[in-house]
Structures are given as structure tokens and as C-alpha cells.
């Protein structure tokens, strides 16, 4: 199966009346409901003009409607390109201008329209998508028309595009096959048992892997329900968990439900399996999880350029600390430097293998052929060890990555703006481990010392500076400031020496 909403087609319910979504405010919208909608939009793109491998960018909140858009690209064979709803002015510009989409569609507040970003570029049409489903985008629906839709799509074509930062600071588009996302799908809904009787709660943004891909995917294989809320708050959460039989999220929601005083196993009577990925979950949270409910998370691995890579099992000891054995036809290796593989319980670069790693990144073929070895095997970046039994630990990040509430955070982009501000000779951004967000982030900064006499820097107003230019959960959480930062011999910034500094700083 190439097109991957027709694989989705094919096992929708026989009754296609069946209840698809539920949302916060109680609208039900069915199989059908999803089907004719998805059509109509893609009816409406092709009527536009698009055409397969086209680029819609959509930067918008959380809706059945923006979720029936990113469907009809599928169907199409248009790309499509969500792009997270807290990016500034700044980023929003550079994606734009890389993507070079054939249409935008947006919220009404998002800064594609308070900036008029697309005054320069070449007509490019823009319409609107607000979270409660309406706009222009729905406006021009045309109720009566509905085009065959016949786009001849491949397992190699790209389905979606998904910016992950770098370490130099400017955004890479990963490139996501129908082929990718159809392999991992089918994949996920097997290995965690999803059927026509789930009820998903889903509380996770559409803009990012976790949400878009792995959530709905296994929801849409296996025909079930979703309750669709815009975003987590944990008396939602508590409201709709005894709806539920399974919830997934990041380690956040987690802690956040421990902490909540109608959080109980009253509450999760119809639960059957709770996931977590998207940044590291504290063996200490899995184990106090575990001890108020008897329920043990699945924890799991993956990443924007691979989707899914490994999942503690369903049926089978899950081991905290752990995100488990590389699911089925992926090969995971720990390697050294110059790609030599490991023995078990070797530490070492995590690599990896299958039909779920993606493509490569959008017009950027050096780094595409550096991110992959000889051999076929893609580099992630992590660092970690297999032990004897294939179960995979994750100990860092060689290249510096945050993950903090899920999100991916990397350094260079961070302080190449602080390091512009005036007043800061230079900076280091590092993550530490955080109670609510599995790491926060924090900056180290020098000052510039002809400008300075001393150390104190006004904390807040750094940190609205930082604001206007990055996504929120870019924006360090903390600052500080030190007479130098602690440098090797070849000048390069040590940071484990800060994370030892402030490993602590969050403690509870």
C-alpha cells in the first residue's frame, strides 16, 4: 500500500456511522464525517491548482478540521508542512522561504499575518483556520463538489515534511515517505495492540511526530475513537480518562496527574495502556506511577527522522529506564566513532536501521549523506547501550540536544541570539533534569566585561528578549551569569561541567 491515507480507507469501520472524534466541547464527528470532509478538501486543493509534491504549510491550533486538511494531503499528494503554533516572526520567515509552499493556512493570530510574511513572496495564497474549525480555508468548500482524486502516490513519495533544528542553529526539513509512516503504523497498532474498541485520549499538538503520527496513526489502523482535546490540562485529563482506554503523552503529563488530587485508580478503571515518549521519563516517575496504580507506562523511542524505533512490549516485562527492544524490521546498533559496532552493554553512538528512517533532509544533500553511514545506517545522535537481552538505554545526546515537555530544543540556535544581545560577551544553553518537563532549560552567560563591572544581569528582561525572538519552550527557564565558562584545551566549552553545576537546580 503506497498512499497512506488509502491504507487508512481500507480499514476504517465497516459502519462507517462509527464514532471517530469526540471533542472538549462534545461535537461528535464520524467515519463518514471524516471521509467527506477529507474528500471535499482535497477537492477544493485540486481545484486550486496543487498538484502531488506541491508544499502546504499550515500553522494552526489543534482541530478535527486541521486534522481532516493534513488527511487530504494525503489523499492528494500534496506535502504538507505544520509547523509548531509558537514560532515567532523570525523562524516563520526562514521556513517560508525554504519551503516555498503553494499554499499557506494559518490561524488568524499567527505572525504569517500580524508580520504580512508573505508580502515578498511570489502570490502565494493564504487562508485561515482558527481552533474552533472555521475561516476562510472551510468558507470556500464548495458543498456539491467533490473531484476524483487519483494521485498515483509511491512509497517513496514525500507525505510530509517536519523541521528538526541542528546544531549550527538553522532548521533542517526531514522528509517522511508514505512508505515511512505506513511501515511504522502498521508496526505500532500490532506491537501495542490497537483495536476497532480503543478510545484514544489524545491531548498532544498535531504540529510534531508524537501527536500527528504516532497517535493518530494507531487510532485511524485499527478504526477507533479519539477524544480530541486541544491541549493537556490535567483536570481535562482527569475529566476524560474514565472514557479512555489508552492515553498517550510525554513524561509531563505524567507528573502532573501524580500531583492531581482526583488522580486515582477509580479514574483509570478503563485504561489499558498509558505511553510515554518524546523526552526522558524519570525511573523514579514510572516507579511512583506504578506503585499509586499498578499500571507500569510503556515507554518508547523515536525521533522526528525515524518516527518509531523501540518500544517496551505490551505483554512483556516494560524496565524503567529503558525505552525498550527495536521494533519489528528496524535494526538498531550502538557503534563507535568511525561506525564500529558494539558489544552488548557498550556505550556508544545509537544508529539505525529500517523503512521507517526518513528520506532526508529538504534540499540539503550534504547533510542528508553525513547523517547516513556507508552502509545505510542513520546516525541519531544519541548516545547509548543495548544489554544482553536487546532492551535499549538512552545516557545523552552527543550533540547537545534539549528535549524539554517533548519538544526538541538545540543549544547553537539559543545562543547564537544571545550571544547577539547587547551586554553578553558569550553564552552556553544546556538542558537539566527537570520535574515537570523532563529537562529544562538554562543559559550561562559572560558578560561583556568593558560594558560590565559585575556579574548581575536583569534575569527577566533577558528572558523577554528571548521571547520575542523563539518559541516559548526554546526560551530558558533560568539565566546566569559567571565570571567565564569552564573551556577544554582546545577553547570548546565543557559543558558537562555546567550540568554538574546546575544538575540540581530543580530539585523538589
Known amino acids: 500500500m503506497s498512499n497512506l491515507y488509502e491504507l487508512f480507507e481500507k480499514r476504517f469501520p465497516a459502519e462507517l456511522t462509527s464514532d471517530f472524534i469526540k471533542t472538549k466541547d462534545g461535537k461528535v464527528y464520524s467515519y463518514q464525517d ?27 491550533n489543534k482541530s478535527p478540521e486541521a486534522l481532516f486538511l493534513y488527511l487530504a494531503c494525503l489523499k492528494l499528494g500534496v506535502i504538507s508542512v505544520p509547523l509548531n503554533t509558537t514560532y ?35 502570490n502565494i495564497p493564504l487562508l485561515t483556520l482558527d481552533a474552533f474549525g472555521n475561516g476562510s480555508l472551510i468558507e470556500s468548500l464548495n458543498d456539491d463538489e467533490y473531484h476524483q482524486v487519483n494521485s498515483n ?31 511504522n503504523a502498521l508496526t505500532l497498532q500490532q506491537s501495542w495492540g490497537f483495536n476497532k474498541d480503543d478510545i484514544l485520549l489524545h491531548a498532544l499538538p498535531i504540529f510534531h511526530v508524537h501527536g500527528l503520527f504516532v497517535a493518530l496513526n494507531c487510532a485511524l489502523l485499527s478504526g477507533a475513537k479519539m477524544i480530541f482535546l486541544p491541549e493537556f490540562k490535567a483536570d481535562n485529563i482527569i475529566k476524560y480518562l474514565p472514557e479512555a482506554t489508552v492515553l498517550m503523552g510525554v513524561p509531563t503529563f505524567y507528573t502532573r496527574l501524580l500531583s492531581h488530587p482526583e488522580f486515582n485508580k477509580e479514574s483509570i478503571k478503563n485504561i489499558r495502556l498509558f505511553i510515554s515518549g518524546s523526552a526522558p521519563l524519570l525511573k523514579e516517575v514510572s516507579d511512583e506511577f506504578y506503585t499509586k496504580t499498578g499500571y ?83 546516525k541519531t545522535g544519541d548516545v547509548g547501550f543495548l544489554d544482553a ?6 545516557v545523552g545526546r552527543s550533540k547537545d540536544l534539549i528535549i524539554s515537555g517533548g519538544y526538541n530544543v538545540y543549544p547553537k540556535e539559543i545562543e547564537n541570539i544571545m ?42 528582561k533577558l528572558i523577554g528578549l528571548l521571547k520575542q525572538e523563539l518559541a516559548t519552550y526554546k526560551v530558558p527557564k533560568r539565566i546566569f551569569a559567571i565570571n567565564e565558562l569552564p573551556l577544554n584545551v582546545m577553547g570548546k566549552v565543557q559543558k558537562n561541567t555546567l550540568r554538574e553545576t546546575y544538575n540540581n537546580l530543580f530539585d523538589t
Open 34 to 60: 471524516l471521509n467527506d470532509r477529507t474528500t471535499q478538501i482535497a477537492s477544493f486543493l485540486l481545484s486550486r491548482k496543487l498538484k502531488k509534491g506541491d508544499r502546504i504549510v499550515f500553522q494552526v
Open 88 to 122: 515567532t516572526a523570525s523562524e516563520l520567515s526562514y521556513f517560508l522561504d525554504d519551503i516555498e509552499p503553494a499554499l499557506v493556512v494559518c490561524d488568524t493570530a499567527s505572525p504569517i499575518i500580524k508580520e504580512n510574511l508573505l508580502s515578498n513572496s511570489n
Open 153 to 183: 502516490i509511491n512509497d517513496d513519495d514525500i507525505a510530509c515534511i517536519l523541521y528538526t533544528s541542528g546544531t549550527t542553529g538553522k532548521p533542517k526539513g526531514a522528509m517522511i515517505t508514505h512508505g515511512n509512516l505506513s511501515s
Open 296 to 378: 507500569r507506562i510503556l515507554e518508547r523511542y523515536g525521533m522526528t527522522e525515524t518516527v518509531m524505533i523501540a518500544s517496551n512490549p505490551l505483554n512483556e516485562e516494560r524496565i524503567p529506564g529503558t525505552v525498550g527492544l527495536a521494533l519489528p524490521n528496524i535494526t538498531v546498533r550502538i557503534t563507535t566513532e568511525d561506525d564500529k559496532t558494539l558489544e552488548a552493554g557498550s556505550t556508544g553512538n545509537i544508529q539505525v536501521a529500517g523503512p521507517n528512517v526518513f528520506k532526508g533532509y529538504w534540499r540539503n544533500p550534504e547533510k542528508s549523506q553525513e547523517e547516513f553511514t556507508d552502509d545505510g545506517f542513520f
Open 389 to 394: 537481552n536487546g532492551y535499549l538505554t538512552i
Open 419 to 460: 550571544n547577539s544581545l547587547d551586554g553578553i560577551d558569550e553564552s552556553a544553553v544546556i538542558g537539566v533534569p527537570h520535574p515537570d518537563f523532563g529537562e529544562g532549560v538554562i543559559a550561562v552567560v559572560v558578560k561583556e566585561k568593558e560594558k560590565e563591572k559585575n556579574n548581575k544581569i536583569d534575569e527577566l
